[in-house]
Nanobody, 121 residues
Framework: VQLQASGGGSVQAGGSLTLSCAASGRISRSVMGWFRQAPGKERKFVGA????????HFEDSVKGRFTITRNNVKNTMTLQMNSLKPEDTAVYYC????????????????WGQGTLVTVSS
């Protein structure tokens, strides 16, 4: 399955942005996740959603600000980002895991090309 993230752009601090991830095949049995990589830093986990969309898990700094949803009919996933901060600036990647539930960041095996989010103060 190939993944493609889109929807990145530039926004001022406090603003919102929605990222989308489109998959070329079925994702209904797999946990899906979002990661990000800030300039000069390692890629880090942002959040994940289980196969059915009934459970999500987020990194502490985005809890309460970011939401993940998925559509298993359309094979898509979204990341709704609110109250954006300059430290959210990064290239965002979507990923698909090998299991149905989030079990850790090592469980993601398929990655898409990233989309750049820039938050200005």
């Amino acid at each position: 399955v190939q993944l493609q993230a889109s929807g990145g752009g530039s926004v001022q601090a406090g603003g919102s942005l929605t990222l989308s991830c489109a998959a070329s095949g079925r994702i209904s049995r797999s946990v899906m996740g979002w990661f990000r990589q800030a300039p000069g830093k390692e890629r880090k986990f942002v959040g994940a959603i289980n196969f059915s969309g009934t459970n999500t898990h987020f990194e502490d700094s985005v809890k309460g600000r970011f939401t993940i949803t998925r559509n298993n009919v359309k094979n898509t996933m979204t990341l709704q980002m609110n109250s954006l901060k300059p430290e959210d600036t990064a290239v965002y990647y979507c990923a698909m895991g090998e299991k149905s539930h989030y079990t850790g960041t090592a469980g993601f095996s398929s990655w898409g090309q990233g989309t750049l989010v820039t938050v200005s103060s």
